[in-house]
């Protein structure tokens, strides 16, 4: 598989994307952030496949890559309207991508993976931005007993996709505790400020303050209870070049305690 990564790059270097996807109620719904995430993508190169880092495919111990022709479409959530379950994402996989990945990373041993597939956190906004599902798409797991720093470092061995085809996302969000969540009212003032710092950080070209978020304390304890939809952005960042600019959109927090904030490099 060495030839996928090693033989002449497509014309144009892939952009790197990090998307708030909050609510599943946004795969069948119109609104803004559906609109910024159609945005982000729109004139891009058509990906040769897309690599999507989703919080909701934790694998504590080790790492994962979907390697399947046909990756099933997983409804992991419960409470939502029948049409939400309905959906289907048909993409197919791309197995010789998984492979190319798998000889790439070199800081961790990464295994293939023929069972998952797609969680909410890929199809979710796959879905309103490439709803031909044509483009072969396809996972890696994050590795929840690792550190930021550690999965920070991993991800940087993913650069190279950039120039092969591959539109890498992460997908989570920046603010994401559930407990606090209301359906009306004003954002919390722990939610705005913890948004706030981070898009500064992200601006600034700066990774450190992310990476080590968790010095941050009680305001990253109550934008993130536990870390899953905040590690996605690490890998997003890792593929970062010297200098290159942060587009930032979607900014807002959804029911109060959820940042939508979304990001685009290059």
């Given at each position: 598989m060495e030839e996928l990564l090693s033989g002449k790059p497509q014309s144009d270097r892939m952009p790197v994307l990090f998307v708030g996807h909050g609510n599943p109620m946004n795969a069948i719904e119109t609104n803004d952030w559906t609109r910024g995430w159609q945005d982000a993508?729109?004139?891009?190169?058509?990906?040769?496949?897309?690599?999507?880092?989703?919080?909701?495919?934790?694998?504590?111990?080790?790492?994962?890559?979907?390697?399947?022709?046909?990756?099933?479409?997983?409804h992991d959530f419960g409470g939502f309207p029948d049409e939400l379950f309905a959906?289907?994402?048909?993409?197919?996989?791309?197995?010789?991508?998984?492979?190319?990945?798998?000889?790439?990373?070199?800081?961790?041993?990464?295994?293939?993976?023929?069972?998952?597939?797609?969680?909410?956190?890929?199809?979710?906004?796959?879905?309103?931005?490439?709803?031909?599902?044509?483009?072969?798409?396809?996972?890696?797991?994050?590795?929840?007993?690792?550190?930021?720093?550690?999965?920070?470092?991993?991800?940087?061995?993913?650069?190279?996709?950039?120039?092969?085809?591959?539109?890498?996302?992460?997908?989570?969000?920046?603010?994401?505790?559930?407990?606090?969540?209301?359906?009306?009212?004003?954002?919390?003032?722990?939610?705005?400020?913890?948004?706030?710092?981070?898009?500064?950080?992200?601006?600034?070209g700066d990774p450190k303050p992310l990476v080590e978020v968790q010095k941050l304390g009680r305001i990253a304890q109550l934008a993130h209870p536990t870390y899953d939809h905040f590690l996605p952005v690490l890998y997003s960042l890792a593929l970062r070049d010297p200098g290159e600019e942060a587009t930032l959109f979607n900014r807002g927090i959804d029911l109060a305690s959820v940042s939508m904030l979304s990001f685009r490099l290059g």
């Amino acid at each position: 598989m060495e030839e996928l990564l090693s033989g002449k790059p497509q014309s144009d270097r892939m952009p790197v994307l990090f998307v708030g996807h909050g609510n599943p109620m946004n795969a069948i719904e119109t609104n803004d952030w559906t609109r910024g995430w159609q945005d982000a993508v729109r004139g891009i190169e058509t990906p040769k496949a897309i690599l999507v880092i989703s919080a909701h495919w934790l694998t504590p111990g080790k790492t994962q890559v979907t390697a399947m022709d046909a990756p099933r479409t997983i409804h992991d959530f419960g409470g939502f309207p029948d049409e939400l379950f309905a959906q289907q994402y048909p993409a197919p996989g791309s197995p010789e991508m998984a492979e190319a990945t798998i000889e790439l990373v070199r800081k961790a041993h990464v295994e293939p993976d023929l069972e998952w597939g797609l969680d909410h956190g890929a199809w979710s906004v796959l879905l309103p931005m490439f709803p031909d599902a044509d483009i072969p798409v396809y996972q890696l797991s994050i590795d929840y007993a690792a550190s930021p720093e550690t999965l920070f470092e991993l991800a940087k061995d993913l650069r190279p996709l950039r120039d092969r085809g591959v539109l890498v996302i992460g997908s989570g969000n920046l603010v994401h505790n559930l407990r606090q969540m209301r359906m009306s009212g004003a954002p919390y003032d722990w939610a705005v400020e913890f948004e706030t710092k981070m898009a500064e950080a992200i601006e600034s070209g700066d990774p450190k303050p992310l990476v080590e978020v968790q010095k941050l304390g009680r305001i990253a304890q109550l934008a993130h209870p536990t870390y899953d939809h905040f590690l996605p952005v690490l890998y997003s960042l890792a593929l970062r070049d010297p200098g290159e600019e942060a587009t930032l959109f979607n900014r807002g927090i959804d029911l109060a305690s959820v940042s939508m904030l979304s990001f685009r490099l290059g």
